[in-house]
Nanobody, 121 residues
Framework: QVQLVESGGGLVQPGGSLRLSCQASGSIFSIHSMAWYRQYPENHRDLVAE???????VYGGTPKGRFTISRDKAKNMVFLQMTNLKPDDTAVYYCNAEVYPNSRDPTKTYWGQGTQVTVSS
């Protein structure tokens, strides 16, 4: 089993910045990719950004210039640097990881518990 623990959410004023962190631990052979999603109330989760093991990144609808994803492979961590935050960025942010449990089996998907980001004056 794999656990993902997010941190770094909170309340911030419009125009402010936050850095989310996610730590993966447990039965990890290797991690194919890690990502951040966000979910608005009564809505589905949308991809914010993804980073693969080779460092390739994909960004969702969020302008890449405001959000930046990065990863510490050695520590099984992923980060989301968010700048110039807007009220529309208010959501629960979830960490996601596609994890190889061993050298033979395909990846399994894991989710963190979510961290609330609120942008308000």
């Amino acid at each position: 089993q794999v656990q993902l623990v997010e941190s770094g959410g909170g309340l911030v004023q419009p125009g402010g910045s936050l850095r989310l962190s996610c730590q993966a631990s447990g039965s990890i052979f290797s991690i194919h990719s890690m990502a951040w999603y966000r979910q608005y109330p009564e809505n589905h989760r949308d991809l914010v950004a993804e980073i693969t093991s080779d460092g390739s990144t994909v960004y969702g609808g969020t302008p890449k210039g405001r959000f930046t994803i990065s990863r510490d492979k050695a520590k099984n961590m992923v980060f989301l640097q968010m700048t110039n935050l807007k009220p529309d960025d208010t959501a629960v942010y979830y960490c996601n990881a596609e994890v190889y449990p061993n050298s033979r089996d395909p990846t399994k998907t894991y989710w963190g518990q979510g961290t609330q980001v609120t942008v308000s004056s």
